[in-house]
Each structure stands twice: as structure tokens, then as C-alpha cells.
């Protein structure tokens, strides 16, 4: 029987850079964009020939890609792919004998991994221009499903542009989670079918555990987790793991037995922290493409690493002022959850005339006191996003990377300038990504027009606060409908 899981894609509204390092927080919205792994069996039987071998064949394809390798991964000394090699492990170390010898079975059989990617991922600019259509999202909408994905053109060593051009939003991260969730559902590890029930949230640790643990060796560094964390659990306010939690990981390069190293990992003590968060009601993500190939996001981060150890009073002046303005951001949105809870009426009719009006018009439509107060929230929020911006935009000058390049900050403050638009900023560490804007009531149409005009693609994402999930079927054959629920913190 084949197994598919889901993962979503992130975009990390507050934390960027920061989030590398504990206590600093980030609030990180899961959307609907998703990951899928299908895992099935290789072969239909155990071959005659395969005995007591521990040796197994594992193909990998990615048909978006047009790519197919075939490895033999032998479960006692493997070298493929981080997320089989320690979604194995982990069925070694938490399986009794009888589990065992039916784990050698499943493996005998092989491994048929697919993995595709909602076109949110990828950029496919240039094939919507090179069909003469408009930059719309309807355009995007009219692409097949997991379309082949295009290649940037040339190199470009400023703007660090990767391989395939992609949009920001943590392809790796998504693509790795569903591979281990999908695996260790297929082994027997965990039972993703759970997830409504009391024991879900346990199977989903062990998922976060494996994928966090994959992600960071495959990557060669121990990064703060975000991308997995949302990943798994959805949309969050998150505070990363201390590294060395991970150290024996990175030990395993240097041949200490992959189960040992597993095993150690399980019982580590995992000190992040994750607290529920939601945009407030009535409020949209949106996420514009301008069409510039995106931006290698470990390059960056080692350019702000290198100017925080040359000029460490400066770097953290910025860094106190930044995390500030991050808290401050946050609890203007929470306060305004807060007063749509409690006077819905006079949330709601602020959110549309909102909605209709340029922001520097907002203030003057305030006609009773209950309203005003949710005027006032709206405006704090947008004045500590300008300065959230400014912090950001000055660490990148310091540090000598495009953290809000010219050319976004142009893009960004004619979008915070727009009818109905609370935020607009460039996600995570920065650089020529995706910009997202969140948007009030139905002003989101008008948005997007307007970046259409200003050569800007607004993707089909949205926010979508869900996370690991155990899927039906092949996406690329039936409308994806989730088995059970997926993970959604409470």
C-alpha cells in the first residue's frame, strides 16, 4: 500500500535572522502551498535472490524535476538521502525484535519515494510570459498541477540566486518533513492516521524530531528549525532548539553508528518552544513575486554572522531594537484577535472601511470609542512593521547583503500604501524572495491588480495554519482531501 503525507510551506512574518538564536522569538504562518512524499514498495515481492542481505534499492523520483536515481542504501551502514537514513534508524531504535524482522521484510521489498511540490514553490514566470499571458494569479491557476519546473538563467553572484527559481517558501523543509512523516508512517514508526486523536501529537514529535534532525545534516549546519517546525505543526510563534541538541548528529559523519546517534537524539532534551498564533480575523496573506530568481538564504545569514562578530556592539543594538519591534508587532496583533473577540461588530466594521481607504485616511473614520481602538491597534501594527523594516534594511547595509534591497523597499512601501493593506515586508532573512502583504476584508483583489501593474505575480498562497498531514492519494490523480485532521496546535 502506498503511503502519502503533506507538509505546507512557510513564510516567516517577524524573527528573521534573529530566530538563530535563543531566547528570540519569530511568528511563522504555515500556508496552503504543500509538500507531498509518496512511499510505496519498489518491488511487488522480496526478490529470490535478496535472503538475508540487509542490502535494499531505494529510488527517488521527482517528476517536476525529470529526475530518477536508483541508490542501494544498506540499513546498517547507509549513505542516501538524510531523511531515509534517519526515518530508518528510528524504526531500528524504537522496534522490538518481531517489529525488526518485519521492518526487513518492508525493506527488502525496496523504497519507491516520489516527492512533488505545489507550483507555489517554483517560479514560473517565464513560462507564463512566454505564453503572452498576464502576471495574475488566474494565469498561475490555469498551470497544470506540480508543472516541470524552470531553471534560472544565468548566475548571478549578488543576488545568490539558486539552482531552480524559487519563491521563499522553504521547499526543503516541506519536501523533507513529508518524506519522513511518510516514511516512518510506512514503517510502522508512527501512525499518522492518530492525529485527532489523544496519541497524535506524540507520532508528530517523533516526526518533528527525525525531520529537524534530517534537515539540519543534510543542510551541513544546524539551523534554527522554523521551516520544519511550521512544517510540522502549522502556523506558530516559535523559539528554536539549542544547537547541541544536534551534536551528535554531526558526530555520525564521523562514523559513530547511525542507530546510536538516533537513539541519543530521541532522548535529547528539545527546548523549543511553540505557542499558537493565527492572523486576526478578517485578515489575509499575500505574497507577490517580483520576478527576480530569489536568494540564497545561507549566504546571507553568513554575511550578518561575520558583521555580528566584527562589530558586536553595533549588531546588537540593532538585534535588541529589531527583537523589540518583532514583540511589539505581535502583541498589536494579538490585541486585535482580542477585540474582535470582544466587540465583533466594531472589528468588523473597522476591518471593511479599512478595507476601502488608504491607511493615512483610517484614523479620521473612527466615529465611537470602540472603534477607535481598534484604528489605533491597526496603526501600531503598521508602524512597527516600518520599523521592523528600517532595523532590517540597516543590519543589511552593516552586513553587506540586500536584506530589503532598493528594489523591494520601492515594491514594499507602494504596497503598505494601498487600500486595505495592514503589512507589507520582505519574509524571513531578506533578499529578492516573495514579498507578502497582509490585507483587510476583500482588499486583496485590488492588491493584486495593482502588483500586476508593477510587474509583481501574486501567488495562489494563503495562510493555511495546518501542519503535517496523512493524505488520501496521489495528488496528481484526485483532489487532495486530508484522511483525518492535521496537526493544528492548540
Known amino acids: 500500500m502506498a503511503v502519502v503525507a503533506s507538509a505546507p510551506g512557510k513564510v516567516l512574518m517577524t524573527g528573521g535572522y534573529l530566530i538563530l538564536e535563543r531566547p528570540n522569538a519569530g511568528v511563522v504562518l504555515s500556508t496552503n502551498a504543500r509538500f507531498y512524499a509518496i512511499v510505496k514498495p519498489l518491488y511487488d515481492e522480496i526478490k529470490p535472490d535478496s535472503g538475508a542481505s540487509a542490502w535494499t534499492d531505494v529510488k527517488l523520483t521527482s517528476p517536476q524535476l525529470s529526475r530518477e536515481s536508483i541508490y542501494k542504501f544498506d540499513s546498517r551502514n547507509p549513505f542516501v538521502e538524510q531523511a531515509v537514513q534517519y526515518a530508518v534508524a528510528a524504526a531500528h531504535v524504537t522496534f522490538d525484535k518481531d517489529k525488526k524482522d518485519a521492518l526487513n521484510k518492508i525493506l527488502l521489498q ?3 519515494i516520489m516527492v512533488l511540490g505545489c507550483n507555489d514553490f517554483y517560479s514560473y514566470r517565464n513560462q507564463i510570459e512566454a ?3 498576464p502576471l495574475t494569479p488566474e494565469a498561475l491557476a490555469a498551470l497544470p498541477p506540480f508543472t516541470s519546473i524552470s531553471f534560472n538563467a544565468e548566475e548571478n553572484g549578488q ?11 522553504g521547499s526543503s523543509a516541506a519536501m523533507t518533513t513529508a518524506v519522513v512523516a511518510a516514511l516512518l508512517h510506512y514503517l510502522g514508526v508512527v501512525d499518522l492516521s492518530s492525529l485527532s486523536k489523544d496519541e497524535g501529537p506524540v507520532d508528530v514529535d517523533m516526526v518533528h524530531i527525525i525531520a529537524q534532525t ?3 545534516i543534510a543542510q ?7 521551516d520544519v517546525s511550521s512544517a510540522v505543526y502549522g502556523s506558530h510563534r516559535y523559539v528554536r532548539f539549542s544547537p547541541d541538541i544536534l551534536s551528535s548528529a554531526q558526530d555520525a559523519v564521523k562514523e559513530i553508528p547511525l542507530q546510536e546517534v538516533m537513539a541519543s537524539i530521541l532522548k535529547g532534551k528539545w527546548d523549543h518552544e511553540r505557542t499558537k498564533f493565527s492572523l486576526p480575523p478578517l485578515m489575509n496573506l499575500l505574497l507577490g513575486e517580483p520576478g527576480t530568481g530569489g536568494s540564497s538564504t545561507p549566504s546571507m545569514v553568513g554575511a550578518v554572522k561575520r558583521w555580528q562578530k566584527s ?10 531594537k529589531l527583537s523589540e519591534a ?7 496583533l494579538n490585541i486585535l484577535s482580542k477585540l474582535a473577540e470582544e466587540n465583533w461588530n466594531a472589528y468588523k466594521c473597522v476591518i471593511d472601511i479599512c478595507s476601502k481607504q488608504r491607511p493615512e485616511k483610517w484614523i479620521e473614520q473612527a466615529t465611537e470609542p470602540g472603534q477607535e481602538v481598534v484604528f489605533k491597534a491597526l496603526l501600531g501594527a503598521r508602524s512597527t512593521m516600518f520599523e521592523i523594516r528600517n532595523h532590517m534594511r540597516q543590519m543589511g547595509e552593516a552586513a553587506g547583503v540586500p536584506i530589503e534591497p532598493e528594489s523591494q523597499t520601492q515594491l514594499l512601501d507602494a504596497t503598505m500604501g494601498m487600500e486595505g493593506v495592514l503589512l507589507a515586508g520582505v519574509p524571513g532573512a531578506g533578499g529578492f524572495d516573495a514579498v507578502f502583504a497582509i490585507t483587510l476584508g476583500d482588499s486583496g483583489s485590488d492588491v493584486t491588480k495593482a502588483w500586476s501593474s508593477l510587474n509583481v505575480l501574486a501567488l495562489l498562497v494563503r495562510e493555511d495554519p495546518h501542519g503535517v498531514s496523512l493524505e488520501t492519494g496521489d495528488p ?4 487532495i482531501t486530508s484522511a483525518v485532521s492535521a496537526v493544528q496546535i492548540e
Open 476 to 479: 496528481r490523480t484526485k483532489e
Open 159 to 169: 543576488n545568490c540566486k539558486p539552482e531552480v527559481a524559487k519563491t521563499g517558501l
Open 311 to 320: 562589530d558586536p556592539t553595533k549588531a546588537g543594538e540593532t538585534w535588541r
Open 214 to 216: 534530517a534537515h539540519c
Open 326 to 332: 518583532n514583540s511589539a508587532l505581535e502583541i498589536q
Open 131 to 133: 505564453r503572452g499571458l
Open 220 to 226: 551541513g549546519k544546524v539551523g534554527s528549525g522554523f
Open 110 to 112: 525496496g523504497l519507491h
